[in-house]
């Protein structure tokens, strides 16, 4: 059986993928969103989800401790790590204290927030290019919807780490909203992209660009710099 799903939330995914095993459906591969499974003796196995250092790829060490354990490396994607081991041998948990919870979500945010901004370059040279292509302005908001929802999973990361802190008394302050910056600029760049349908001067347009690509980068900056822990 072969499923699409995009998942940027790992501990969605990972409760997914058990919900799947505990039915019957044990996860064989995963491509690009599509996720492959094979039947099973429903709750036959645990999943967890790791975030390694090497892209594509795990250390022999890493191998060797997990073989060690009974954990079966199912994929490794990009830094994303699929494991999962025999429900009957006891349960499966990757990080059992705060402060090894708190580097590994560390991690996956930092990693997020590279990803978010590598979108926004991405974004804004699409941006420029309908200056004088508009039939690229879907591909615009595509790339701006991708932009948010790694964003998001960042800001979301971000409160697990805070929670995680404050459980070792530590007081964290932070931001649940993105710099009004960003949206602003996202408003504006939709703004700038729509008078293209106009007959609006060069001047105009290319201003309304400048502004916004000048108010998106501010703003992933201010969002990110109010966000961190």
Known sequence: ???????????????????????????????????????????????QIDFGDKFSGVSHNYREFMKENNIEIVQT???????????ADGPFLLYTDIDSSIEHYTKIRNKLKIAAILELFCFIMECIVTLYNPYMFPLVLLIGYLMLVIMNAAFKTNRIIADLKEQKGEKVAVSKNPSPALIAGLLLNAVSCGLMAFDTPEPIKITFHIVAILLMIYGIIDTFSKNKV
């Open 77 to 87: 994607w990009g830094l994303w790590i699929i494991l999962r081991k025999k429900s």
């Open 1 to 47: 059986m072969k499923t699409f799903r995009l998942y940027w939330d790992k501990d969605k995914e990972i409760k997914w993928l058990n919900e799947m095993a505990e039915q019957g459906y044990a996860m064989t591969h995963f491509f690009a969103g599509l996720y492959t499974f094979e039947k099973c003796t429903p709750g036959e196995y645990t999943y």
